[in-house]
């Protein structure tokens, strides 16, 4: 009974099954760079008509802004002090309330979020400040997040706030001004303490948020609603097996046909201390690092998808920043920072959400979420500065995607087929829950490089009473027989197997055709 199937999903690393269908490498190509006041840990992009703006921020109280023409080259539009002479800022983002472009600012040493208004050449002008109360989660403020729902648009702010962390959302006004809507106090169920990233999806006509929490470990999405009000739909926590979120860190997300995802990276406790009292969970086991995509229901649910490993081969230690550029319905470039690798990991993100490496550049800085992207017409651009008071500068990079010559490729793989016979007793519950327990284990066996499953519909009278058919590819035999004395595939054998009249079992091997 040990050949029953479960349902499984990719779980890639950067040498995967998946990824050696790409044919492309990516590269960055620097295009020049302007002084910044401060170091740099954060920046944003911004499109008024024709013209594009860049805005970064550092460990200092002023916001630099540059203008970017269509070739990438920025200039200097001027700086900007932070009220009270705070800071530094955090979380930039900009968007357009009612006809005019503001740009939002968490001040995260003032505990405040502010207000400036973009005029046409880029220039700021600070409209509003709102402080942190008893009631809101501002303190330390590191990211903030801009959601339009029908006519309203509002302001969802997180952060490091120690001793009451949680989410917080606002109405946008007119005028940039902000009024308080609601927050939410973090929870053991929920992933607020210590927001970092946010990114939002509107899918079928609902709109949810994504939140990852660095203190908690995990990643949460929440149900946002046209008045603002919003309500948590799921969680998910790092674990050992399939995912890394100790200390999540940067999140984005894309759509791509018809699936939603979203890109979680994280920053590991591993580089901070645990005496200090910084890391709330000083129990955390280093498995490694990886950069997570998780699927997003049409429910708003997050479900976990694939993984891209860290190796030799890929830069991805002290993830800080994930910047996602779609390029059209089927694909999207992924942009990963990191600080300690000191380098940004270029990857394509597929249609079926896969993360596939196609090249980095090692800037010989380290980044601390200091990078943001532009398309401009046909080309793509990745705006990063550094953490390093030493550096002081903003760097502009294209991105060059050259397409290799193709060849056909063969490669062996091992089917694993299983047909299954249920008692005549069984229910239709029961087999449905046996399915069900099929797709709990799906985060549990990576082994698995392809999965393929259904019902029996043949009217030829020869199925002997078998009804469920599935294929599974492995690489090899140590895979597949990995999978087979896996320790929750057994359990649930043990707990299917009483429900099975028969198994009929077969492995092969055969030949696929890929790219290289």
């Known amino acids: 009974m040990k050949q029953i199937i479960v349902f ?74 932070l009220s009270h002479k705070k800071g530094p800022a955090r979380g930039m983002v900009a968007d357009r309330i009612q006809g005019s472009d503001y740009l939002f600012v968490g001040n995260k040493g003032g505990d405040a979020v502010e207000v400036f208004k973009i005029e046409k050449d880029g220039s700021l002008q600070r409209v509003f400040v709102v402080k942190d109360t008893a009631e809101t989660h501002l303190g330390v403020v590191i990211t903030l997040k801009v959601i339009h729902i029908k006519k309203s648009s509002y302001l969802f702010v997180g952060g ?23 927050s939410m106090k973090d929870t053991d169920e929920i992933h607020t303490d210590g927001i970092i990233g946010m990114y939002a999806h509107q899918i079928k006509g609902k709109t949810f948020l994504f939140t990852g929490g660095f203190q908690d470990n995990g990643i949460s999405s929440f149900r946002v609603y046209a008045n603002g009000r919003f309500k948590a739909i799921n969680s998910i926590s790092d674990n050992t097996v399939d995912r890394y979120l100790t200390g999540t860190y940067p999140v984005d997300g894309v759509t791509l046909g018809n699936h939603h995802y979203v890109v979680v990276g994280h920053r590991h406790h591993k580089y901070y201390k645990r005496a200090t009292g910084w890391i709330k969970n000083t129990n955390f086991v280093y498995h ?23 190796n030799e081969q890929t830069k991805l230690a002290g993830q800080t920043r994930i910047e996602i550029l779609k390029v059209n319905n089927d694909e999207a470039v992924v942009a990963i920072a990191t600080r300690d690798d000191e380098s940004i990991q270029l990857c394509t993100l597929n249609k079926d959400g896969i993360l596939i490496p196609t090249g980095f550049l090692e800037t010989g800085y380290p980044i601390y979420y200091g990078m943001a992207s532009q398309k ?4 793509l651009f990745f705006l990063a500065g550094s953490v390093d008071n030493s550096v002081k500068n903003l760097f502009s990079y294209k991105v060059n995607v050259n397409e290799k010559e193709s060849k056909t490729l063969e490669t062996k793989v091992l089917r694993h087929v299983v047909n299954l016979k249920y008692i ?11 399915v069900e327990g099929f797709k709990a284990l799906q985060n549990k066996i990576p082994e698995i490089l392809d999965f393929e499953w259904g019902i029996n519909i043949s009217k030829e009278g020869h199925s002997k009473g078998f009804t469920h058919c599935f294929f599974v590819t492995f690489k090899d035999e140590a895979s597949r027989d990995i999978y087979l004395n896996h320790k929750d595939h057994l359990a649930l054998v043990a707990k299917v197997g009483p429900l099975l009249a028969d198994v009929l079992v077969m492995d092969y091997w055969t030949k696929i055709s890929l790219k290289e």
């Open 424 to 434: 005549e007793t069984a229910t239709t519950e029961e087999i449905d829950n046996a």
């Open 288 to 310: 490694g690092d990886g950069v997570s995509v998780f699927k997003v229901t049409n429910k708003g649910e997050l479900v976990p998808h694939s993984v891209l490993v860290n």
């Open 160 to 182: 490091l706030e120690r001793e009451t962390p949680g989410l917080s959302c606002f109405k946008i006004h007119a005028d940039g001004k902000l009024t308080h809507v609601q």
């Open 376 to 379: 401009i017409g046909q080309d």
């Open 8 to 81: 499984v999903f990719f779980l890639t690393t950067c040498i995967g099954f998946s990824q050696t269908k790409e044919n492309r490498q990516t590269s960055l190509v620097e295009i020049n760079s302007q002084k910044t006041k401060n170091n740099t840990v954060t920046a944003v992009t911004y499109q008024i008509d024709q013209k594009h703006y860049v805005y970064s921020g550092g460990d200092g109280p002023f916001v630099d802004a540059f203008s970017m023409n269509s070739k990438g080259v920025l200039n200097s539009v001027g700086t900007y002090e």
